[in-house]
């Protein structure tokens, strides 16, 4: 078999409508637009609506990525979820997706690295892709952490917001696509930012909720100086393992968590801040979601084109942290795009007609039995 390199081939986006400004959280809890603006550079974040969720904003920016590459949901092998707010414990986000969006033959599945799982299930897909055991991938980072935000904590509630965004990744025998990646990881650290109860070690009770264990808990502070750490250092580390230079690299899409974050990671790159992407005014904190988010505004401002070299480097809960360097590729088909409409249909009908069989041979073959 031909070497095969794991191609950017689709991208696509999905935010909440609803707008929440640094105003409207003055209202709220004891802060002002100026202290936000100041300390992390977020003036407003989207917020998800009750009918919207991470499945639900996650398959939109999965079609909208696969619209982008023109790659039909059933050529899909492969489905990763990146999420910290997933729909449930389980089923994963991931098979929910793969369900509404009509991906017949995907294999699906949830990530969890926090902040940094979009790097981390990128890499995933792209090594899947080299291995030659998958063709077409979708990575997709989806959070609605505002479901898991204590609306009364200022130290919190202040930075996250609500959004989606997915890349369809394609195997080519061309070189380019992903060239390199780190993944790190320091569980030392995990109770710097966590949310405590809900899982095997704090199942919910009464208690748990009373004392707010089932809300994002930060030390703002550590986190902040982890990340100042890191960034610089991570993106280094993986230009350097793909053979180039800083100076060969046209943009670097950083984690939205902070813009004095993103700052001191351009002073130890020694690079200006305009070789960053940065949106984390509009969006906040969107978690896993944030570097998709960055990737998609940035080709659509005309700053990431066909050939270039990015970095994407993220940081976040775990700890967790990593880098990626990609060669920008974009769509391969020139097709017309298919019917994702009628695509859809199919997708739901299908989803409808398994249910209804699951139903009758539970009243044929006895429900609840088994062999
Ligand atoms: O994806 C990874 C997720 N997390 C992060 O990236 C978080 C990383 N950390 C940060 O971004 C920053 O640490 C924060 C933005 C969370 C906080 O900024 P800071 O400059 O580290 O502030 P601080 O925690 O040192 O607090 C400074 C002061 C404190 O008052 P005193 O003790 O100096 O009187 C806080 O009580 O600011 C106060 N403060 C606020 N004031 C107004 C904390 N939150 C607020 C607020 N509004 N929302």
């Not at 959070?143 to 930075?159: A, F």
């Not at 997915?166 to 949310?195: K, N, T, Y």
Request: with cysteine; aromatic share 8%; charged share 20%.
């Amino acid at each position: 078999m031909t070497e095969q390199y794991a191609h950017i081939t689709g991208w696509g986006m999905s935010v909440p409508e609803r707008i929440l400004t640094n105003d409207d959280l003055a209202k709220m809890v004891d802060t002002n637009d100026e202290w936000i603006r100041d300390r992390t550079g977020i003036q407003e974040r989207h917020i998800a609506a009750d009918n919207e969720t991470t499945a639900s904003l996650a398959s939109e920016a999965a079609l909208n990525a696969l619209r982008m590459a023109k790659v039909p949901p059933s050529e899909i092998d492969l489905i990763i979820v990146s999420t910290s707010s997933p729909e449930h414990l389980f089923p994963s986000t991931a098979s929910l997706v793969q369900d509404r969006i009509g991906a017949e033959f995907a294999g699906a599945f949830d990530l969890s690295a926090a902040c940094t799982g979009f790097i981390f299930a990128l890499n995933m897909a792209s090594q899947s892709i080299r291995s030659g055991s998958v063709k077409n991938a979708l990575v997709i980072g989806s959070e609605t952490l505002s479901r898991m935000v204590d609306w009364t904590d200022r130290n919190t509630c202040i930075l996250f917001g609500d959004g989606a965004g997915a890349f369809v990744l394609q195997a080519h025998e061309e070189p380019g696509g992903v060239l390199s990646s780190i993944m790190r990881s320091d569980g030392s650290g995990g109770d710097l930012l966590s949310v405590p109860a809900g899982g095997s070690a704090a199942p919910t009770t009464n208690q748990t909720i009373l004392e707010g264990q089932h809300y994002i808990q930060m030390n703002g502070r550590e986190v902040f100086r982890f990340a100042t750490r890191v960034m610089a250092n991570a993106s280094k580390e993986a230009i350097s393992k793909a053979n180039l230079e800083v100076e060969d690299i046209n943009i670097i899409i950083p984690h939205q968590a902070n813009l004095r974050i993103i700052e001191a990671a351009a002073r130890g790159l020694k690079l200006p801040m305009d070789k960053f992407a940065v949106n984390v005014n509009k969006y906040g904190n969107t978690s896993t979601a944030s570097i998709p988010l960055a990737t998609v505004e940035a080709v659509e401002e005309g700053r990431l084109k066909r050939g270039d070299k990015v970095v994407f480097v993220g940081f976040g809960a775990g700890l967790t942290w990593g880098a990626l360097t990609v060669q920008w590729t974009g769509p391969f088909s020139t097709e017309e795009p298919f019917k994702l409409a009628r695509y859809q249909r199919t997708a739901r009908l299908r989803s409808f007609w398994r249910r209804i069989q699951r139903f009758f041979a539970g009243i044929f073959f006895g429900r609840g039995r088994s062999g």
